[in-house]
Every structure is written in C-alpha cells, then in structure tokens.
C-alpha cells in the first residue's frame, strides 16, 4: 500500500517556463498512455472473470444510470462503529487501497468523508465466489463502489482505518472506475512535511506532492483530508459572515463585474469588449455597495468574485479571490464600523472553533498550527501608535507612509508580545496611502477615518469612512489623479441626499489562510487564478 | 407637495440610439446647471440666517466627519408610535417633503426605512428660533436630517404618513443637502400604473417614470417602497438558498470566473486577455461544480455572477446574472436531485410568505400580483407528459424539440387549471436540446435525465443527471461540436474516479420576478447588464 513509486514526482517551480509547460504536457501524454493501456487489460481481464458463476449478479460494474428508484439508504462510513455488529449495511465510498492475499480473499479499504474501512472479500458458498474476489482485487485505487457486507469487529484494534469494525462483503458493484495510474496519490497529497523529514531521518525517501502539481490535479489534490477541512471552513466563514450581518440587520446584495471604464480607477484591471464598449472586471464591489447605501438600503454585504490583474508573485495574492464586502451607514464616527468588524470576527472565530473542531484538526495533522489568540474585545491602536511602538523597537518608518509586509509583520509580533493577541485593529492611517474615496480626519487631514486589520501581522480587511460630499469627492478623485469622467454614475449618486457611511473588504481565502496559519493563498482557493494560471 | 411638475419625463424606448443617449446627456448637463445655480441660492440664504441667533447651536449643516462617540441612540422611524407620546428622541431619515406654512411653521415629513413621521418646526421661545424654520424650510427633498424632537399625539389621524405620531422639533441638523431639482421624485417613481390610470379618468395626468429612466437614476429609484422590498426579498432567497441546502449537509463554494478557453464551448461569452492567454468568462459554474463532485465535496452550492454575451433582447434575460447553483451526488437516480429542489423550493417559498409578509405587500402595493401556487409535494411530469396535454389541448409541438416561451406560458396555464399549482417541474426532456455532458435516458437515448421548473409558465431552473463517464462524456461533447481540447482539465476530472451525480441552476433574479410575478428581470437586478446597458 506504499505509494513511494508516485510516476510524477515534480520539482516545485516559482514560475512555469513554457519549456517546463512543454514537458509537463509530455508527461501528461505518457501518463495518459499508460492508463489507457492499463484500463484495456483490466477491461479484458475483468469481462471473462464472470462467465459461469451463477453469483454473477452480487458484483460487477454498475451500468452509467440506473431507471430505479430503491428507497435503499446508504451508510455514511463515519458512523459504522461497533454497535452495528452483525447487522447488513450498505456503503458507497472510494477505493482507498488494495490489498489482494489469495485469490480466496482479498481486502478493500473504503473511504468516505475523510473516514475509512476495511472490507473483506474472502470465499464463501452461495455467497462469495472466486471471480468476486478477482473482481474486488481487479479494482484501482479511487474507483468509486457501492458495498453492500456484514459489520463484524476484529479482536485487534485497525490501525490502517478510521473505523473500528470491518464489513464482510456479499455484494461489490464498481459505479467508476479510476485510471490505474494516478498522477498524484492521496495518501502521498495528505503527507505533512515533518513525516517525510522524520521518514529521512531513517534513510526513507517518501513522495512529497509539490504545489504546482497539486494545483495541475486539484481534483486529486482536494480529496485529501486537510483540503477537505480546508475548503468546508471556508464555506462555514462564507456562511457565518453572511448569517452574523444578516442579523444585525444588514441585507445582502449583488453588484455588477462588469463595469464601464476602469473600475475604481487605480489599480490593474482587466479590460474586456462589451458590446463595442470599452469595459473592465470589477478590482471591489466599492463603487456599487456605497451607492447601495445612496440608494437606502442602510447596511449592506456582497460576497462575490474580484478581479486583479495585477502581475503580484507573492504567498498571498491571487488575480480572482472571493470578496466578503461590507457596507453601512454611520451615524457620527467611524468607530461604528470597527465595532461591526469587531463583534463580526470575535463570533466567526468563535464559530470556527466552538463548532469546526475536527476540520481544523485535520488541517493541523498535516499543517500544524497554534490556535488563533484574539481578544474578546478587540485591541484597536492608532497608527501613531504602531509607528510609536516600531520606534521603541529599533525600527523608523515613515509616519505618512505604508507599513512594508515587513514592518506589518514585527508590530504584529510586538503586539503580540504585549498585547497577547494575533488580531488587532489599526486605525487613523495616513491619508495619502487610501484610496480617493476615503474620509479624512476631522482634526488632522494628514490622517484618514479608515482602518486596517491583522492576523498574525499581515493584513486581512481594509476599511474606511467614505467621503459622502460629492464636492470633495470630486476634489479627492481629482488629486489622486483618477478620471472623473470614467466614474461620473459615482459621484453623481452622491448628488441626492447622501448618509454618512463607511464600510470593509475582506478576502475570503485570506481569513482561512490567516486562520489556519498556513503558508500560501493557492491552498485556500479551490481553482486558483494567479498571474501563471488559468486552469485547471 | 404634488410632483407632476417632474422636470425630466421620459418616451420608454426598447433600445437606447447614439442620438438618444446624446439627448440624454443634454438633458442631463441642463439638469445639473439648474441643480448648481439652485444649490448656490440656498447656501446663500442659508448661510445668512444663523446671524444673531442665540440658538444657533440648535440647527444648521453638519460636519462631513465627527471626533465624538457621544453614545447616543437613534429611534427607528418605524417604531414611532403613541406610547412614546412626550419622550424626546433622536431620528435621522430623508426628507421626504417639505411644507413650509409660514415664517414661524414649517413642517417635514422625514423618512426612514420606507416609513414617514411629520415633524413640525414652530416658534418657540427659547427652543426654535424663527432663522431655524426658515433653515427648516430651506431643506430640499432627499436631504437627510438628524432631528431631535418630542413625540406628540395629534387629534386627528395623519394621512399623508404611515406613522400616527408628529414629531415636536427641538434641534433639526442637515448631514447631506440633495440637489434641489432631482431627476426622478421618489413618489412618482413609487406610483402604480392603476393610480396613473385612474388619474386619468379625472382628467388628471401624473407623472409615469419608465424604465430607462429608473435604471439611469437607479440610487434614486431604489429608495422606493416597491424597490426596498423587492432586493430585501432578494436578499432573503438568497440567505435562505443557503442556509437549507447547508442543513442538508451541502458546501459552499467559489469557482473560477475566469477561465481559459471558451467556458462551456456553446452560448456567447465575454472574451479576455489574460496576461497572453485568450480567456473568457464562466458562462456557469457548470464545469468546476462538478469537478469539486470529484474532489469528493459530496454537495455543493455556489452562489455567484454568470456572464452571457447574448444579444437577447428580452423581458427575462441580462448580460450578467447572479446564478444560484448546486450539485450532488446521486446515489442511484435522477429524481434524487429533484427531490432536493422540490424540498428546497417550498421551504423558500414558505419562508417568503411566512415571514417576509410586509415586503411582499410593498411590492404588491405597486406592482400587483396573485400570490404563487405551489404544492406541498411538487408536481412531476415528463415531457412527453407535458407534449401529449399540449396535443389534448389543440398545440402540436415537435416532440424531440424544446418547447418556446409561448408553448411553455401554455402548458404553464393548463398545469394551473389541472393542479391548481403555479411550479412544477418537468423532466424527461429530449436529449438533443440539453447541454452536452447531460446523461441520456437509462431506458431511451431519445431522452435524458433532465428536468426544467417553471414558475408561473417560465422556466426557472434547469438541472440534470451529469455524464461522469469519460469516455461517454468525451463522445457527447463532440457529437455536439464543443471543441474538445478547450475542456481537457474537465474531462480529465472523471477518470480519477467519478461519482454518479447531477445538480441545478437558478437565476436570482428570475427567482424573485416571477415569485411577484413582475414583468421584467431588469426590475430584479440592482444595477443590471444587457446589451444596452453597462451603467450606472
């Protein structure tokens, strides 16, 4: 059952050459061959296997579509425990593993939902024919079957199964089978680094799956456990963060992608023909969610796509990511959207780890992790006084400036050390570092009412009052050098009647990857966009 | 406080031409100088009035920003009632009209969430100064205010607003002035077509605000009743689509829109330059949905954009929609999919009238609708079901063709007189008008395990048991001319081992129209996309 003969190993590459896409793609030609021939053996093996057994009808490949409607139910594998002993069960579940002892027996473990079991094919009168065994033995890893067996416990504990019990089989159908030859194997995809530096330790070289390759099988690659747990996290944050500002009264919205020009005006975007116009994918919802609030809907939120087309290599930036953005009027000061940011995370985090405990376990087996410490109250600091704190440290920054991923990473630590805390608000930036839309302070134009806020010393939301006068709007765009004209529905929208409002950007993948502590944006984003990929 | 003198009635034309848009942009640039000459006049006057006025701190213009956390609350206008008859509150709304009586009287009727509360501004000895009710009275519609005042009762019930209580003004502050002439007035764009035309039997003509119209001053036009409601029940469906697929254990996720290639091959796509590599936007999550299926996330939904090029010039399509996805996998049969839109459909709807009862009133109220049939348990029938009640009925229709917009409004009404049910799904459909990775029929390849739902006579979800076959899938795309090469990632994804499953899409937007029976999608849609349209 080891897999250290993966066929395609890879070495991990920060860009892909059109040299090495050229050979990925022969690789993925051999490979391809190979399986075909090794499907057409086990195709000629399998058909004559079944000729004059009259158990034919307990095994075999299901056809594509069935024209019946059973009412049969199928056991979830996590909850065959011993108090099932004795009883018939049916399981549907992948092929995890393979092991052929005779040709009178042979085992099959089953995995579904992250949990496994063994299922035994062993010979039995009336029951349980040679060719079943063949048949079960023929079968690939990740191939897809339907068992219907006997739950039995062993005398000694399983150590290769989540489940304690095994199934004695008495029907095996195939639904799908899988290539014999897989680019990546799970169990190989599942490895955390200190097991394959502890296996090299005494002399063993194990298969570690390098991110690019990971990335070009995702399908393979997302069925390990910690992707699994990865990606259900995600969707729980998705969920939560709609389901917590739903009822503090903010309703959701969807704004358009599309936009005529160039977006908010700065950063890169991309440019696309819509009907002879020249349009752009949306960088934020920005523009859309405040005219929202112009429009009286009085808190908004929007989860959707945004779009960057910036050529950014880093761990933490992607070309399309998943904007949780929200949007509300303010009755005096700003703080009043920091204190949404605050209630909102301290109750996320408190659902992630009240609720979510086995997904984060299972990205701990392979990604270890300390737990999040945050604050029941959130600590909010100046920017004054992060520069002050850097300053005590040793390190000068520009007092008007942005903080370097560097900088943002000490004062976290710093925080951290004082504070015991690795989320924390920083408020009053510069204002020449916002966007045009930001609010500047009341008493010190220098400043702005906006707010940035960390997880573990990087950054994770964005927020701000907005200026609402379209007089200084204007002036603002004017003097941050964007085109007026480009964005004239904007600031026209703020012409009737405008609230006080201020609001936050998050990125999706960045909260689960902050959270998780793990080391690169790609493995939060199910089919990742970066500035070299555009598939699978 | 009659509107009728709207400065900008509009001809609804079906496409906009250069020399109208040119209009438009005149009409609007003669707009904007009467705005600017107007506002410049009430400065003025304003800015005289606090002169020698001890209880000058009482009223005037706001700071854009504020320094302080005064901690103060503010009174919903909804909550408005007799009990709090002599308690002073706090409220902030719009200014919804202005009638000014006298130099010592001016009223103001302030909304806020869609409710109106009359706030009188009198002369009082050290209270209200008369410079406050000619500021008072300066205000222009739309504005928004914060007002301090005390709740009296009056004598007589109050008709012009929906709160029985009047405010007693003590201190009235403007935090954002709109321009005095705005181009749409928010109780014209709230009037019913019946109003109009009853009016009109009078002899009296009030204003009628198209469609164009509403859509160029959308921040505007969704600040009325009918408008909030709508994108409140939106918003509502869209939660709810969530939270019930989530307790049925489904995952939510986020894929790509932006992919290589052309999407799903067929309909018309939005084409891009990414970094060098022709790309276009996903026209569906068809093709990821079912790859994360592989990837072993069981169920799935996605809530997202979806990008059609199509030139459809109709009341039911838009270039950019916010497609409500799901996909499973299916143990044995179709009807398994069936089964979740059924149980889903009718928990939402339920959810809608059961609790969402003031919002689907408001939108009544303007655009009336009889309330939707469904039955606890959804009606199924087949195609061939649906072609031989067409026949009885006098329609003959090409019984491996689709059916037209027209056929299916008619079977919708013979459904309705049959059932007595406006939704119900329609399955079994012919195999040649489905999506090429759709599973032809087990036991007639002339068909497939397809279903349609119709809501009022209009499709409204499509959904299907997927080919997880490689090989078969293969076939089928290129029976259906996709270009195999622009999919290989995708067909790829079945040959690791593939789950039986299946799934559906809905339109949001669609949702929500023919739920309130509504005569265009572009009435749904917050800021919509189409051919003619990519502002504001």
């Known amino acids: 059952m080891s897999s250290d003969t993966n066929p395609n190993p890879q070495i991990e590459t920060p860009e892909i050459s059109k040299k090495a896409a050229k050979k990925e793609a022969a690789k993925l030609e051999k490979l391809r061959k190979k399986q075909e021939s090794a499907a057409a053996a086990a195709t000629a093996a399998t058909a004559e296997l079944s000729i004059s057994d009259p158990l034919v009808g307990n095994y075999g490949d299901l056809e594509l579509q069935s024209d019946s409607v059973t009412g049969r139910k199928w056991t979830e594998v996590k909850s065959l425990s011993p108090e099932l002993k004795d009883a018939e069960v049916l399981i549907g579940g992948r092929v995890h593993a393979v092991r052929a002892v005779s040709k009178k027996m042979g085992f099959l473990v089953v995995r579904d939902g992250g949990r496994t079991v063994q299922c035994v094919v062993t010979v039995k009168p009336d029951l349980v024919s040679e060719q079943m065994v063949r048949f079960s033995n023929s079968l690939s890893r990740e191939s897809i079957v339907d068992v219907v067996g006997v739950v039995s416990v062993p005398n000694e504990p399983l150590k290769g199964t989540t489940q304690q019990v095994e199934i004695q089989v008495r029907k095996l159908y195939c639904v799908s089978r899988a290539a014999p030859v897989l680019p990546i194997n799970i169990e190989d995809a599942a490895r955390s680094d200190i097991e394959i530096e502890e296996a090299l330790k005494e002399g063993k070289q194990l298969v570690k799956v390098l991110q690019d390759t990971r990335l070009n099988y995702r399908v393979l690659d997302i069925r390990t456990p910690a992707n699994q747990a990865i990606f259900r996290l995600q969707s729980e944050i998705n969920f939560k963060f709609m389901d917590i ?4 009264g903010f309703v959701g919205i969807h704004t358009p992608k599309l936009m005529g020009g160039t977006s908010e005006g700065g950063a890169a975007v991309f440019r696309l023909n819509y009907k002879g116009l020249p349009a752009c994918l949306a960088q934020s919802p920005q523009l859309h969610k405040q005219m929202s609030i112009s ?19 880093t761990h933490r930036h992607l070309c399309e990511f998943t904007g949780l953005d929200a949007e509300m009027v303010i ?12 209630e909102l995370f301290v109750a996320l985090f408190d659902h992630l780890n009240e609720n979510l405990g086995e997904e984060l376990e299972a990205v701990s087996r392979q990604y270890p992790f300390s737990p999040l410490k945050y604050l029941r109250k959130t600590l909010r600091l100046t920017f004054e006084e992060g520069v002050q704190m850097l300053k005590e440290a040793g390190t000068e920054v520009d007092p008007f400036g942005d903080f370097n991923t560097e900088t943002e990473k000490k004062l976290g630590a710093l925080v951290r050390e004082k504070y015991d805390t690795d989320f924390y608000i920083l408020h009053r930036y510069p204002l020449a570092v916002r966007p045009f839309y930001t609010m500047p302070c009341h008493d010190n134009n220098n400043y702005s009412n906006s707010f940035d806020v960390f997880i573990r010393g990087e950054e994770i939301i964005s927020g701000a009052q907005r200026v609402h006068d379209p007089v200084l709007l204007e002036e603002r765009a004017k003097a941050c050098g964007i085109l007026v004209d480009t964005i004239t529905s904007y600031l026209d929208s703020f012409k009737y009647g405008a609230w006080r409002h201020g609001g936050f950007g998050v990125g999706l993948e960045r909260v689960v990857m902050l959270f998780c502590n793990l080391n690169n944006i790609r493995k939060t984003s199910l089919f990742p966009r970066d500035p070299q990929r555009l598939a699978p």
């Open 295 to 313: 429009g009286d809907f009085m808190r908004v939120y929007e989860i959707g796509p945004v779009f960057r087309a910036e050529d950014s290599f």
């Open 245 to 248: 500002l739903r009822s503090m």
């Open 331 to 342: 009755r005096e000061h700003y703080s009043e959207v920091m204190d949404v940011v605050d």
